[in-house]
């Protein structure tokens, strides 16, 4: 695609990590929910995330909204690092630590070696030499290891700082039962988000709240009234409002519609498509169904135990899905056509049998222009091949 | 596909049920009727609250304590379900019906290990002189049974005619009351026949056990004082194991049916899943597990309540995939309730829409899905995501109606752009369309306008019909 070279995207993740450690000593356990994972999204379009449940695409969405604070790699928003994990410089600091004192220990061994077979003089200056060498090693360690440091420090002040930029990035939740609590009144909920970023007057709460809710076709008597007054498919309106009250640019929803009944599913989809047409946000969308994510979505991004094994836009992946995992996941797509149902033939996906990454590890490819997949350079030219 | 000309295993007719509640009756079911034949799969489609569930629950009784069944009935085995007390539904619940829930892990016990649960059933009714008994005297209590319904037929009767205003109203009640007494004679002779049979039954049944126990021992005295007495130890232990299980169904032997079966649902492992915790599994496993629980028992018809609704697509598909299969080896009936359209295409024969407590629209998948005819069954179409086409959505407007208060005429009028004046009015009968074709609409009736459905169905049935040169079913 041509656009991504003279556009700027909106959001940049590059390289991020999500590990989840729990217990000690040997009991200790190292979940890697999102392992090296990196995309970009542009400005006013769709992108849609798919994969199945346990692959780690809801853990990506709340690292980038801040709910979780990255373990490694870093998260650009508006050209601004919002979220940095350091535990790649710290492996690197480690790493340092240990093979400058083994370089040094060789050195020792080499110069005791070396000192047996000589005179006093001799051995004085060689000593020396030695000395410098070592002192040498030492400060290009330090250097380093400062110079991480630093970096480290940058990172942490980028976790901490709450800055007006995360008021433009919102979360859409996927039950909309349980995302909104019951003791709160639809304008009390809404009104949250812009309470905390500093409105206090009432009349333009009540102004802007009764915006919001015609926005996403609610009545703005509505305000009054408890979220178990309404219906599913009114309750995630509720959710989108909140989303919307500070008018943010770019919104994740994770798995809006998957608690939603079908009709209901087509209203949210509809809301959402015209929210993204009148007011040009732009969507991450998570989702597990494949029809609705190529249905909205502008470009898929399908996860695969914390990987991002394929990316594409929509109507490339349907016509082109090279990585096994990604036509696993389209033959599984159940379809209103009986006489093509009663023929389908499912692919079942067994990442042992299909890879072989022994001596050979896996990266992300472009392919195509725009369509990045997953593969190691045996592979890539086995899925040139089956390019159309 | 032509309709199955089988024979019919459960029919549902004129099914009406209420739930009692504060602010009033909510008639959750309104007149469903349907049959079931053998070896085909019905799926019911409608969206939350239109009392799919509830017709399911209803064939399997377990209502809710406040729910109630108005009328109608539920033929299956020449019984009327409606009627069968709750004592007698043990046998037919399970046994012949069995269901599977939406969510497995709310319906596994979490503090009980797999094998426990799959074995607990066949334990519990594991009495085989129990059901001998019962077998025995299944013919007398049969007739107990018919003798009770006429008393209870005639009991109602005598009601209905206190409460009205017939000018003979003393001549018939005294009329009634004799033949109330008749009745109760007859019942009181059943009864005294039936509890005859069950005594004759329990003594016969136990003297074909000291037979059976006389022959076993006998044989293995000859076993034991055979040539070779220590080579014959396995087999004396073979016969006693046979022993027992002609008196009950042991541990033994239920382990063994609870591994076959946990094979059968494609569990792998199934000696070392047997002692583990449903924790332990995945949900598609999960899943599995209910069904085998569903199997052990063998039942002819299988109520599966939104089973995949919980799942993701790979798994969703595993899921189908093993009860279509369950459903070609064992020759079930399956009974599909879902909202999910897509889902149904793949499992179902029949469909039927629901609607508010009403079938709207019956008829072969094909049918449904090539030539639907309700406005209901349209939307539900168009509001599917397509993966060909990016037209906007055809969302329904508004929401179902309240169940307290049922509307008159069409109940999907009020959301239905076809409406038309008498759909406020009057409620449309099943209009037959084919053999195995009915909707409810008045878009059918002769004098009707012309109404074609929308154009984003009839492009999409196009395209799936016309990409495979089937152009003869438009």
Known sequence: MNRRENEKPILEVKNLKQYFVSGHGKNKLVVKAVDDVSFNIYKGEVFGLVGESGCGKTTTGRTIIKLYNPTDGEIYFLGERIGAGFKGLKDAIKHMRKSTRTQINDLKLELKN??????????????????????????????????????????????????????????????????LDPRMTVKEIIAEGLRIAGTRNDSEITKRVNEVLETVGLLPEHASRYPHEF?????????????????????????????????????VINLLNDLRQEMGITIMFIAHDLSVIKYFSDRIGVMYYGNLVELATSDELFLNPLHPYTRSLLSAVPLPDPRYEKTRKRIVYRPKEVHNYANNPPKLHEIKPGHFVLANDEEIEKYKKTLK | ????????????????????????????????????????????????????????????????????????????????????????????????????????????????????????????????????????????????YSALDIQDNIEREIKVVKDSEDADKVEKLSQLAKDLLDAKTVVKQKKAAYHLKVKEGKVKVKNDWLAEK???????????????????????????????????????????????????????????????YPFQFSGGMRQRIVIAIALTASPEILICDEPTTALDVTIQAQILELINELKRLRNLSVIFITHDLGVVANMADNIAVMYAGKIVEIGSSEEIFYSPRHPYTWALLSSMPDLDSKDRLR?????????????????????????????????????????????????????????????????????????KGLEEHR
């Open chain 1, 114 to 179: 070396k000192l047996l077979n000589m005179s006093e003089e001799d051995g004085k200056l060689l000593k020396q030499e030695y000395n410098t060498k070592i002192d040498e090693l030492i400060k290009k360690k330090e250097q380093f290891i400062l110079e991480q440091k630093e970096e480290i420090a940058n990172r942490k002040e980028v976790v901490e700082q709450d800055s007006d930029l995360m008021r433009k990035m919102q979360m859409i939740f996927q039950d909309p039962i349980e995302s």
């Open chain 2, 1 to 144: 596909m032509m309709p199955k000309t089988n024979e019919t295993i459960l029919t549902v007719d004129k099914l009406t049920v209420s739930f009692k509640t504060t602010q009033g009756m909510v008639r959750a079911v309104r007149g469903v009727s349907f049959e079931l034949h053998r070896g085909e799969t019905l799926a019911i489609v409608g969206e939350s609250g239109s009392g799919k569930s509830v017709s399911s629950r209803t064939i399997m009784g377990i209502l809710a304590g406040n729910g109630v069944i108005d009328s109608g009935s539920i033929i299956y085995g020449g019984q009327d379900l409606t009627k069968v007390d709750e004592e007698h539904y043990h046998e037919l619940r399970g046994n012949k019906i069995g269901m599977i829930f939406q969510d497995p892990m709310s319906s596994l016990n979490p503090i009980m290990r797999i094998g426990r649960q799959i074995t607990e059933g066949m334990l519990l009714n594991g009495d085989h002189f129990k059901t001998r008994v019962k077998d025995y005297a299944n013919e007398s209590k049969n007739d107990l």
């Open chain 2, 395 to 467: 969302a329904i407007p508004g929401t179902p109606p309240n169940m307290l208060f049922p509307p008159a005429g069409d109940a999907f009028a009020e959301r239905n752009e076809f409406a038309m004046k008498i759909d406020f009015e009057k409620e449309p009968p099943m209009f037959k369309i084919s053999d195995t074709h009915y909707a409810a609409t008045w878009l059918l009736h002769p004098n009707a306008p012309k109404v074609e459905m929308p154009k984003l169905i009839k492009d999409r049935i196009d395209r799936m019909v016309g990409a």
């Open chain 1, 231 to 267: 219906s599913g498919g009114q309750r995630q309106r509720i959710g989108i409002a909140r989303a919307l009250v500070v008018s943010p640019e770019f919104m994740i929803a994770d798995e809006p519609v998957s608690a939603l009944d079908v009709s209901i599913q087509a209203q």
């Open chain 2, 214 to 276: 006389e022959r076993v021992y006998a044989e293995i005295k000859a076993l034991q004082e055979g040539p070779d007495p220590k080579a014959a130890k396995s087999q004396i232990a073979d016969l006693k194991e046979k022993l027992i299980r002609y008196k009950k169904v042991t541990k033994k032997e239920a382990y063994e049916r609870a591994i076959k079966i946990m094979k059968e649902v494609g569990i792998s492992e199934p000696e070392k899943r047997y002692t583990q």
